[in-house]
């Protein structure tokens, strides 16, 4: 299969264009006040569609509050084969305000002359569970490797499901996983994501007066909620930018990076601004904290009362480095604001949710199949990169198999406009993507039994 496997997915391509359609055009937001049923309806879909690739034991896993979670499994092909575990989602991001839309957020939509699509959730994350359909289609259900399929249906809100791969590890047990939620820096490039930070939320508030007084008779002498709570923010960060709480961890980054111009246009910097901090982008965004205040709880300018303010609020999201203790890097965050006194006055600080990063090993078998397979599916050697945003699941299902190799790659790119207006897939990167999935494991299953025999 080694030499026609390009062309045996490319035969492949209509229907799982077809099928990632279907897929797309079902409004499954997972977010409360969005209706459940659109996530029933691609919950169905995806049972119907893994039965035709030829998958036979398919299971609906119920937790609560949580929509169902597809787990699936294909058996080994003989006693020396391992298993892998194929993982997706199949919900999505609200689509946002949908006057930025080019198109309609759920009426998929041709771009570039045919060459991708546009929708919610194409990239992120329907088009990778498309990538393992491909991948069994390939096969004609008879990979050479025995499979477990999760595909679950509130990854982007969060759900109980997070947690609970290690309270039943035997239905989880793999040798590697592919953790199909990212994809590469930029398009044409493969890449392997090496790196997730882990996140946090800290809360502070500061309550002055009872109540507003008139800032033209008690201004300069009243304490003023805001302007305490805008003087400890300002504490977070140093002159240049970086984040100034002692203790949170970051290191050099040693691979891929975005260029600066790459990143102004992702990030959509204004012109002639400066970017935040210093170092390497890799070290700012991958491998060191950062600080971003996501909210913050003050009267708004347009009704605004010449009065001095009693009470402000805000909202603080912490990234830091993949190897800190999420509970380590979230607590400096609070001793730091805890040990503030602006103009005399303390701030109550509370933790909230905490979750930590990931850092797979990258030496083991499955990584060597794996760079050998990208290579396969993009004609180049694939990238190391890391990820700021964090995915809760895979430190779960690695608990679940301690032994598993976990592996991060797909077919999105860093330019599909994830969890923004105008999402995009390119179909150039879904066909390596399938290549690079059914091309792993084969030299997965080869390298495994290999390693088994010596």
């Known amino acids: 299969m080694a030499m026609d496997l390009g ?58 509050d949580t929509a169902p979670i597809i787990v699936a499994d294909v058996p080994p092909p003989s006693a020396d084969a391992p298993t892998v575990l194929l993982y997706g989602h199949y919900d999505v991001q609200p689509p946002g305000d949908e006057s930025l839309w080019q198109s309609p957020p759920f009426e998929p939509t041709p771009i570039d002359g045919g060459l991708g699509l546009r929708a919610r959730g194409v990239a992120d994350d329907k088009a990778n569970i498309i990538v393992h359909l491909g991948v069994l289609r390939a096969y004609e259900g008879k990979p050479p490797v025995g499979l477990k399929i999760v595909l679950e249906g509130q990854e982007e809100y969060g759900s109980a499901f997070d947690d609970y791969p290690p309270t039943d590890p035997g239905r989880f047990a793999c040798d590697a996983m592919v953790i199909a939620d990212t994809g590469n820096i930029r398009p044409g490039s493969p890449t392997l994501t090496a790196g997730l930070r882990g996140a946090s939320e800290v809360f502070v508030e500061v309550r ?26 300002g504490t977070l960060h140093d002159v240049h930018g970086d984040v100034a709480v002692e203790g949170l961890r970051r290191e050099e980054w040693t691979g891929t990076a975005y260029t600066q111009e790459e990143f102004r246009s992702l990030a959509g910097v204004r012109d002639g601004l400066p970017l935040m901090g210093t170092g390497s982008l890799g070290e700012r965004l991958w491998s060191g904290p950062a600080i971003t205040v996501i909210g913050i709880d003050a009267p708004g300018v347009d009704h605004a009362a010449s009065a001095v303010v009693p009470y402000a609020r805000a909202k603080l999201n912490l990234r830091f480095h993949p190897q800190q203790d999420p509970e380590e890097a979230q607590g400096l965050l609070v001793t730091h604001l805890q040990s503030m006194r602006p103009f005399g006055i303390p701030l109550t600080v509370t933790s909230g949710d905490a979750g930590p990063g990931f850092e797979p090993a990258t030496e083991g078998p499955a990584y060597r199949a794996a760079r050998t397979a990208l290579r396969e599916g993009w004609g180049k050697d694939p990238e190391f990169v890391a ?6 699941l895979v430190n779960g299902l690695s608990k679940a198999a301690p032994g598993a190799e976990v592996l991060l790659f797909g077919a999105q790119d860093s330019m599909c406009n994830l969890h923004a207006p105008n999402e995009r897939l390119l179909f150039s990167e879904l066909r390596s993507a399938v290549i690079a999935e059914a091309a792993f494991l084969r030299e997965y299953a080869e390298a495994y039994r290999a390693e088994n025999r010596t």
């Not at 035969?11 to 006040?33: K, N, W, Y």
């Not at 007084?213 to 909620?225: K, L, Q, T, V």
């Open 387 to 392: 990820s700021g945003g964090s995915i809760p």
């Open 7 to 64: 062309s045996r997915v490319d035969t492949l391509m209509d229907g799982l264009r077809t099928d990632l359609e279907r897929l797309t055009a079902i409004p499954s937001v997972s977010f409360p006040g969005f209706p459940p049923e659109p996530l029933q309806q691609a919950h169905d879909l995806l049972v119907d569609l893994l039965r035709d690739a030829g998958v036979e034991r398919i299971e609906r896993l119920d937790l609560p």
């Open 208 to 233: 002055t007066l009872d109540e507003a007084r008139h800032s033209g008779e008690f201004g300069g002498a009243a304490p003023d909620a805001l302007l305490v709570l805008l003087t400890a923010l």
